[in-house]
């Protein structure tokens, strides 16, 4: 069975923490890749996800070590949900529900 790695670059507007992380994560780009192994159809390929890692630290940022830390892709994708709510629940909290009700 034949597999493949794709790397994608995600973006954190504020700190973050994963489960199993033993600190939070500053602001930042991260790279994570992401392992999948070929499913063979009689016409085509699809691929399945097996694992995914991420890169710490961030993207441009100097550290002592370089690690690939095993993330679970649901974790992931909540942690960016709840990222990409934060700067809409900070503007509710400075000008009011008003504002949340608008278009």
């Known amino acids: 069975m034949s597999t493949r790695t794709t790397q994608t670059i995600v973006h954190f507007s504020?700190?973050?923490q994963l489960p199993d992380f033993e600190a939070a994560q500053p602001a930042g780009?991260?790279?994570v890749d992401h392992d999948e192994e070929a499913i063979e159809g009689v016409s085509y390929t699809a691929w399945r996800?097996?694992?995914a890692f991420i890169h710490l630290p961030a993207i441009g940022v100097q550290g002592p070590t370089h690690q690939m830390v095993p993330i679970d892709?649901?974790?992931l994708e909540?942690?960016?949900r709840w990222d990409t709510a934060q700067?809409?629940?900070a503007l509710m909290l400075e000008t009011g529900p008003a504002v949340a009700?608008?278009?």
């Open 14 to 16: 504020s700190a973050f």
């Open 78 to 80: 909540a942690a960016l």
């Open 49 to 51: 996800r097996i694992g």
């Open 29 to 31: 780009d991260y790279r």
């Open 101 to 103: 009700r608008m278009p």
């Open 87 to 89: 700067p809409q629940a």
């Open 73 to 75: 892709t649901a974790d």
